[in-house]
């Protein structure tokens, strides 16, 4: 992949944090990880803006479904994370 070197300024108090945290895979490898992560919510939010123009806003029975749904999904998704792996005093 194509890169390219820029300079950005930015506060040394939060440059020193982020140094810290990605000390093991660098400094331009974290804030790369960043903008695009805040792209995708960019993105995400302008679909959310249209849907919204489109079919009105969400109702809270719909939010609360949708929360719902969400939560019963992280079940699963743990009950499969925790199959996968030993148990306590089991070996690996």
């Known amino acids: 992949m194509a890169t390219k ?4 300024t930015i506060p040394e108090d939060l440059l020193d944090e982020i140094r810290a945290e990605a000390a ?22 302008e679909l959310a803006d249209w849907l919204q123009e489109e079919h009105g806003p969400v109702t809270e029975d719909e939010r609360a479904a949708a929360l ?16 996968g792996k ?6 690996a």
Do not use: I, M
């Open 68 to 83: 719902e749904e969400l939560e019963n999904l992280d079940a699963e998704h743990e009950g499969r994370r925790a199959a």
């Open 24 to 45: 093991e895979r660098g400094l331009s490898a974290y804030v790369a990880e960043a903008l695009r992560s805040k792209r995708d919510r960019d993105r995400l939010q």
């Open 5 to 8: 070197k820029v300079t950005v």
């Open 86 to 91: 030993p148990q306590s005093g089991e070996a």
